[in-house]
């Protein structure tokens, strides 16, 4: 079983940075897909950003110009900067791996990382 540890968040004026990281817990397996989503309270999960193996990259709307995501892969880690913060990028912020076998994908959950934005 894979466990992703998230790491990074906490709590940051507006206009204020923050790095997240996660990485799988003692797996040895490579991934297809990183990406990070998003939960406000009374809101539904969604997607902020992902990249893939190859390095492609897909930003939300709200994300782009502001947050970037990176990988590694020799350390299996994904890596979200997040600039200009606003109040508005309150959430609980969530990890996701994609891997790949025998044409089936597979898809795992960090256990979310806590992004407070206020003045």
């Known amino acids: 079983q894979v466990q992703l540890v998230e790491s990074g968040g906490g709590s940051v004026q507006p206009g204020g940075s923050l790095r997240l990281s996660c990485a799988p817990s003692g797996s040895i397996f490579s991934f297809y897909a990183m990406s990070w989503y998003r939960q406000a309270p009374g809101k539904q999960r969604e997607l902020v950003a992902s990249i893939t193996s190859g390095g492609v990259t897909n930003y939300a709307d709200s994300a782009k110009g502001r947050f970037t995501i990176s990988r590694d892969n020799a350390k299996n880690t994904v890596y979200l900067q997040m600039n200009s913060l606003k109040l508005e990028d309150t959430a609980v912020y969530y990890c996701?791996?994609?891997?790949?076998?025998?044409?089936?994908?597979?898809?795992?959950w960090g256990q979310g990382t806590q992004v407070t934005v206020s003045s």
């Open positions: 996701n791996f994609e891997k790949l076998n025998l044409g089936k994908s597979y898809y795992y």
